[in-house]
């Protein structure tokens, strides 16, 4: 297998514009997680999904991010209007089961909005 | 929400000398402790884990410890090398909720 494949590797946008991010999980992993990575607040977890369901959303920072996993082998994190702030690295990571097992984390996609 | 603290934030250690990495959580439901070691412009990849039947588990060079009681768990580095210089991140809430990371320096 791959591993978990994250695109694009680079994007760099104008504040105000629709960034979407992609992710194939590992195949016949039940669980995908998207985390963003910044200095200041480390890795946090945004969402996750359980057989393409959104499980826990709450740490999806407010309305102008969505996620959406229309099925087993992909999943899109969108960001629309994005902000500066938003600059981050987000990161898919996907395991077998959600509790207690290892996560396989993706390359990452480093994310500036100018 | 659940808290874990992990210290230090910066750990410099001399190549051959061990380290060590601590993290305290919250929530006494956690059953699951992972490590991850994330190396410069990479992706964070687990090195070792714990559950919370076991107090200590080692693998080669590293191990991790847990105290469930005290609510703290740390990883251990020992004969450290160049290529033990990352940044660590402990995970607790069932490897959900991370740490804010300790970037080790092996100095040669």
């Known amino acids: 297998d791959a591993g978990v494949i994250q695109s694009p590797r680079h994007e760099v946008t104008e504040m105000g514009q629709e960034v979407t991010l992609r992710c194939k999980p590992i195949s016949g992993h039940d669980y995908l997680f998207w985390y963003r990575q910044t200095m200041m607040r480390g890795l946090e977890l945004l969402i996750y999904?359980?057989?393409?369901?959104?499980?826990?959303d709450s740490g999806m920072p407010e309305d102008r991010f969505s996620a959406k996993m229309p099925n087993a082998s992909f999943s899109t994190l969108k960001i629309q209007p994005s902000e500066p702030r938003d600059s981050a690295v987000y990161f898919c990571?996907?395991?077998?089961?959600?509790?207690?097992?290892?996560?396989?984390f993706g390359p990452g996609t480093r994310l500036t909005v100018l | 929400g659940e808290n874990v603290e992990q210290h230090p934030s910066t750990l410099s250690v001399q190549e051959g000398d061990s380290a060590v990495i601590k993290c305290t959580y919250s929530?006494?439901?956690?059953?699951?402790f992972p490590w991850y070691k994330q190396e410069l412009g990479k992706r964070p990849q687990l090195i070792i884990d714990i559950r919370s039947n076991v107090g200590e588990k080692k693998d080669q060079r590293i191990a991790v410890t847990l105290n469930k009681t005290a609510k703290h768990f740390s990883l251990h580095i020992t004969e450290t090398q160049p290529e033990d210089s990352a940044v660590y991140f402990c995970?607790?809430?069932?490897?959900?909720?991370f740490g804010k990371g300790t970037h080790l320096i092996i100095q040669p």
């Open positions: 990571a996907s395991s077998l089961l959600a509790g207690g097992n290892e996560q396989f």
């Open positions: 999904f359980n057989n393409n369901v959104p499980i826990d």
């Open positions: 929530d006494s439901a956690s059953n699951y």
């Open positions: 995970a607790v809430t069932d490897g959900l909720t």
